[in-house]
T-cell receptor, first 116, second 114 residues
Framework: GAVVSQHPSWVICKSGTSVKIECRSL??????MFWYRQFPKQSLMLMAT?????????EQGVEKDKFLINHASLTLSTLTVTSAHPEDSSFYIC????????????FGPGTRLLVL | AQTVTQSQPEMSVQEAETVTLSCTYD???????LFWYKQPPSRQMILVIR??????QNATENRFSVNFQKAAKSFSLKISDSQLGDAAMYFC???????????FGTGTLLAVQP
């Protein structure tokens, strides 16, 4: 149980294009999902908290117009990197918090983004 | 604000031996949870073990156990009978408060020697 999927697992795009990453909780409902960014050999950095049916909450320093988050259902959150630039290249990880077990987060496998 | 500190950037253990990874934390919350996550080379974050702060009994999951010292704000992970598949980055994390955000430590890279 508690499986989270992410799609795509990796993506290469040209500078200036937008990229959408999906995060799905496969066997549980998640009112809250989280988006993290991880640089090589570093810890996870929380970017934003995604709440079903309401606006996401962004961490300080994260541009909300750059990283658009939509949490349209209890099993799906999407992160769109708009007008991507090479500095946006990174490993993006989502997590989902079960509605009935809100203290625990389960993570997706991550998405490697490379912007050329 | 919550903080989590892992003072061991790297550790090494012989296969079948026991290793302990250290973690300290600081929080003003009275109700919180502590976690150890494993991140192997695939980079998939895997929940290893979790501890409710209000429980005095140390959590155990097969070969993995914790030593939770609440007064000292210490939460170490013990891996017994280490296996090659245990080689990974291990992150200690805590959560609590209204937002229940996960606060991560900087990680400990564990190598298992055959």
């Amino acid at each position: 149980g508690a499986v989270v999927s992410q799609h795509p697992s990796w993506v290469i795009c040209k500078s200036g294009t937008s990229v959408k990453i999906e995060c799905r909780s496969l066997d549980f409902q998640a009112t809250t999902m989280f988006w993290y960014r991880q640089f090589p050999k570093q810890s996870l950095m929380l970017m934003a908290t995604s709440n079903e049916g309401s606006k996401a909450t962004y961490e300080q320093g994260v541009e909300k117009d750059k990283f658009l988050i939509n949490h349209a259902s209890l099993t799906l959150s999407t992160l769109t990197v708009t007008s991507a630039h090479p500095e946006d290249s990174s490993f993006y990880i989502c997590s989902a918090r079960p509605t009935d077990r809100e203290e625990t987060q389960y993570f997706g496998p991550g998405t490697r983004l490379l912007v050329l | 604000a919550q903080t989590v500190t892992q003072s061991q950037p790297e550790m090494s253990v012989q296969e079948a031996e026991t290793v302990t990874l250290s973690c300290t934390y600081d929080t003003s919350e009275s109700d919180y949870y502590l976690f150890w996550y494993k991140q192997p080379p695939s980079r998939q974050m895997i929940l290893v073990i979790r501890q409710e702060a209000y429980k005095q009994q140390n959590a155990t999951e097969n070969r993995f156990s914790v030593n939770f010292q609440k007064a000292a704000k210490s939460f170490s992970l013990k891996i017994s009978d280490s296996q090659l598949g245990d080689a990974a980055m291990y992150f200690c994390a805590s959560t609590g408060g209204a937002t229940n955000k996960l606060i991560f430590g900087t990680g400990t890279l564990l190598a298992v020697q055959p």
